[in-house]
């Protein structure tokens, strides 16, 4: 069965840096002890990332100008037209601004339970996931074609964690700003 978490159903947590808010769309299996945890964030000052140790991190900007992140050997400018960002959560980068405050979708795996991707939908485009758990976090409205037929509102996350096969697809309008999302168990 699919699950769908409306955003505007989660509340909102300001960050102990002040720096801004998020709201958590899922943790799975649960908290404290998740193994998967989606978030979007609202960035509102400069200011470094929280460092996650042995957490495999995903990031996107859905709206805003956009940040430079940055490490100690590199830099990236991400935008909301960028593909998502996969680095080390153990290693906390620091976050500029490139305009105002910016809103981001954050995808945290724990690297020794879980392997996994966020990668941008393309409408009418099949999606094939591992057997485990997938998801759609859509920025727009749309329609996703899987098992059943869902009206998705926009900002909002479709979920299956007993995914059986078979493809997904996205169905809009016109454009959408959509991203498939796959989490597949590390076996013990």
Partial sequence: MIHVVPLAQCAEQPWKNGGGSTRELLTWPGTPDWTLRLSVARIDRDGPFSAYPGVSRWFTVLSGDGVELSWQDSTARLS?????????????????????????????????????????????????????????????????????????????????????????????????????????????
Avoid at 112 to 124: M, N, W
């Fill in 80 to 188: 909301p037209e960028s593909a998502p960002m996969h680095f080390d959560g153990a290693s906390a980068p620091g976050c500029r601004l490139l305009g105002g405050a910016t809103e981001d979708l954050n995808l945290m795996l724990r690297q020794d339970r879980a392997r996994g991707s966020l990668q941008q939908a393309q409408p009418e485009h099949a999606w094939d996931a591992p057997a485990g758990w997938r998801g759609l976090y859509t920025a727009d409205a749309c329609t996703l074609q899987a098992e059943q037929t869902l009206t998705l509102p926009a900002h909002s996350l479709a979920w299956d964690d007993q995914a059986s096969a078979g493809a997904w697809r996205l169905q809009a309008a016109g454009p959408v700003r959509a991203w498939w999302i796959a989490m597949e168990p590390i076996p013990t």
